[in-house]
Every structure is written in C-alpha cells, then in structure tokens.
C-alpha cells in the first residue's frame, strides 16, 4: 500500500481515539437534588410493592 493510505488510516485511528479521550474527559457526574433521590426511591419502593402484589 501506499505510504499516504497509512497515513489516512493512522490519522482515522487517532481522530477515533481523540474523540474517545476528550468524551472520557468532559464527562462528569451529574448531582442529583437529595429531595430528588428521596422521591426517586419513594417511587421505587412503591412499584415494587405495587408489582409485588400483583405477583401474589
């Protein structure tokens, strides 16, 4: 192969890369609200038991 079809597939392989990296590196955490989470899990505990009656 030619000397510039590696250098198009080197430069593929590292655009793919960089954007990897620099996704891996904006990506944070997002902090929930602690009234959210108590809502979240109020809500969970509900259709759990809600689906466990309809299991029995």
């Not at 080197?10 to 955490?29: N, P, Y």
């Amino acid at each position: 192969m030619p000397w510039y079809i590696w250098l198009m597939i080197a430069a593929a392989f590292g655009s793919v890369l960089g954007s990897l990296l620099m996704l891996r590196d904006t990506a944070h955490r997002m902090p929930i609200d602690p009234e959210a989470l108590e809502r979240m899990k109020q809500r969970n505990a509900e259709l759990e038991a809600a689906e466990q009656q309809d299991n029995d």
